[in-house]
């Protein structure tokens, strides 16, 4: 089964508005595992960036100014996901809008909501009442975030993978970046001794009686089992 955990950056919250996709990326999982393949690209969105914007993502116009236009990337995005893996995202309406805003542009179907699956929504359902963005998350499994100063597409996606694993029950904590002794549990084990006390077996005779009354028991059972065998 394949999984893209994606995440996006843009300029602004909302594409109707003419805001725009300015950073996209992918992380790929196979069977809840990472396959190490990965999506990442910076875009040019021909049009400014607000301050407000680049405060989160730390991208500005003059970041983006040489960088490809959707136009020019739309292709290997739509390839990199395929046309039936899950893509997982959190707050995932955000990101879709856009990611359907840009490629209907462009003339490309709208991509099937039935493929999107949201962690924030996972998140809300699992721990009620709890706060469910990513940097609560991450705090919450144990997740190391400390790269994380400014939004980044990628890193988000990398995050969010790790993130995504724990709430569908969790697993092994090396699997996403190899396996590090250092950080594992050490739980010290002791043998116990234990003097147990000798019994000599005992021999449960019956009574004349006791076998009386269990022949009657026996000629009172019906086709018993033991008679087939």
Not at 32 to 52: C, F, K, M, S
Not at 178 to 184: E, M, P, T
Not at 203 to 208: K, P
Request: glycine share 6%; proline share 4%.
């Amino acid at each position: 089964m394949r999984e893209i955990v994606f995440d996006t950056e843009t300029t602004g919250m909302d594409p109707a508005t003419g805001d725009r996709i300015v950073e996209i990326g992918c992380v790929e999982l196979e069977n809840h595992l990472p396959t190490g393949r990965t999506y990442h690209q910076y875009i040019n969105p021909e049009r400014d960036v607000p301050a407000e914007a680049a405060a989160v993502h730390g991208l500005t116009e003059e970041k983006l100014k040489d960088e490809p236009v959707f136009a020019e990337i739309v292709g290997d995005f739509l390839d990199f996901i395929g046309d039936d893996a899950k893509l997982i995202a959190h707050n995932a309406a955000f990101d879709m809008k856009f990611v359907n805003a840009e490629i209907k542009t462009l003339g490309f179907p709208k991509i099937n909501d039935k493929r999107v699956i949201d962690t924030l929504m996972i998140a809300r359902k699992k721990f009620p009442g709890s706060p469910a963005n990513l940097d609560a998350l991450c705090r919450r499994f144990h997740i190391d975030n400390s790269n994380r100063t400014l939004h980044g597409a990628l890193l988000d996606s990398e995050l969010l993978a790790e993130v995504y694993l724990e709430l569908l029950g969790g697993r092994q904590r090396g699997l996403l970046g190899g396996f590090d002794d250092s950080k594992k549990d050490k739980t010290e084990t002791k043998s116990v001794n234990v003097e147990r006390t000798y019994r000599e077996a005992r021999n449960f005779e019956l009574s004349a009686e006791e076998k009386s009354e269990h022949e009657k028991m026996l000629e009172d059972i019906k086709d018993p089992i033991w008679k087939n065998a």
